[in-house]
């Protein structure tokens, strides 16, 4: 996974400085938005491989950035957080095209591993 460029959209300050630092850390390209408009004008095409993004049950913003996520060409590969895991947002965020939905709280080696999953497919 080497290289890979990895946009985080993450708006709780302690969990996104922790991606950060733990992704910078293992040799990954790495930017944080702190708002779902930061990050809109972060997806461009080209730029981001992958975007892990945290979406919660009353986030319909979220979604609407992940429709826009898979209009882009190449689309990156989409990671959704939440900590809801049996939402139906969750469920209507695969539909759409995230690559993979992960339950918060979760740990660095589960994010690679989904990370490592997300590429392959």
Do not use: Y
């Not at 922790?18 to 930061?38: K, P, Y």
């Not at 809801?84 to 589960?110: C, D, M």
């Amino acid at each position: 996974m080497g290289r890979l460029r990895i946009l985080l959209i993450e708006d709780d300050p302690e969990t996104g400085d922790w991606l950060l630092d733990e992704l910078r850390r293992m040799g990954f390209v790495v930017a944080l938005a702190t708002t779902e408009r930061e990050g809109r004008g972060l997806v461009q095409p080209g730029v981001v491989d992958v975007v892990v993004s945290d979406i919660e049950p009353h986030d319909f913003a979220g979604l609407d950035l992940l429709r826009e996520i898979q209009r882009v060409t190449p689309a990156p590969r989409t990671i959704v957080t939440t900590s809801s895991a049996a939402h139906p947002i969750a469920l209507e965020a695969i539909r759409l095209g995230a690559s993979a939905v992960l339950h918060k709280p979760f740990g660095i080696k589960h994010l690679l591993t989904i990370l490592a999953r997300s590429l392959e497919n």
